[in-house]
């Protein structure tokens, strides 16, 4: 390997360490804030044992930008809302000043203020148990697709049940041939009391009104038929 060759690496190497460091040292952004946000993350902070900085980050680096642009900004104070604090160099040492209440944030990169809001409101709302998230495996369908395909699923089996089931009756039941054509037995069968009650169950988690793709006709007629298979009927 020729010496240009080995100094184009190294040089390479180099840009890549810099633009690293760049993009993970940490700057302080100061963020104007109420001052009941502010005590807020605060108090947030200390509970957890962390700085602001850590909170708005471990938000920052969770979720989905869109979730934290959607989130209310709580916004900057209101004009009453300040807080005094005294000057400590320049000519105006020693004297109070009024200035807005904020937040000293210590994050790498260049968030503005309103993100920064904006992730530690997230912070405190999943705190206080206002919002939760959900974990979703990102090798997988999300949980809006799932939804959507069980929802299609539904709709296929609704669809299926409407086909497969039995025609009700014109005359309704009126002997033993229509009992065991609505129950679904062959004509020529003897089911016992067991099986045509078991029967009965199974058909009427299908066609009772409540189970959202029955209807009244077609239960009438169930009910009718296990009166017509009863012992003595014929």
């Known amino acids: 390997m020729?010496?240009?060759a080995t100094a184009e690496g190294l040089r390479r190497v180099r840009i890549r360490n810099a633009d690293r460091d760049t993009a993970?040292?940490?700057?302080?952004h100061a963020?104007?804030?109420s001052s009941a946000f502010r005590d807020a993350a605060l108090a947030l902070a200390a509970r957890r044992r962390v700085n602001v900085g850590d909170l708005a980050r471990s938000v920052l680096l969770t979720l989905p930008g869109s979730m934290?642009?959607?989130f209310p900004d709580p916004g900057e104070p209101d004009p009453d809302d300040r807080e005094t604090v005294v000057l400590k160099s320049g000519p105006n040492a020693g004297k109070p000043w009024r200035r807005k209440p904020r937040l000293q944030v210590r994050l790498p990169g260049d968030?503005?203020?309103e993100t920064i809001r904006r992730a530690l409101a997230l912070a405190i709302a999943l705190d206080e148990g206002r919002i939760g998230v959900a974990l979703e495996d990102g090798r997988g369908p999300g949980l809006k697709e799932q939804l959507a395909e069980r929802g299609a699923t539904i709709d296929r089996l609704q669809a299926v049940v409407k086909t497969l089931a039995f025609t009700p009756l014109k005359g309704g039941v009126r002997n033993r041939a229509?009992?065991?054509h609505v129950l679904g037995f062959p004509p020529d069968s003897q089911p016992d009391?067991?099986?045509v009650n078991a029967r009965f169950r199974m058909l009427a988690?299908?066609?009772h009104p409540d189970s959202g793709h029955g209807d009244h006709e077609r239960m009438a007629q169930l009910n009718d038929a296990v009166r017509a298979l009863r012992p003595g009927r014929t």
């Open 2 to 4: 020729s010496k240009r």
């Open 24 to 28: 993970g040292r940490k700057r302080s």
């Open 31 to 33: 963020v104007p804030c």
């Open 68 to 70: 934290i642009l959607d």
């Open 111 to 113: 968030e503005s203020a």
């Open 178 to 180: 229509d009992a065991l």
């Open 193 to 195: 009391t067991g099986a």
């Open 205 to 207: 988690t299908v066609h």
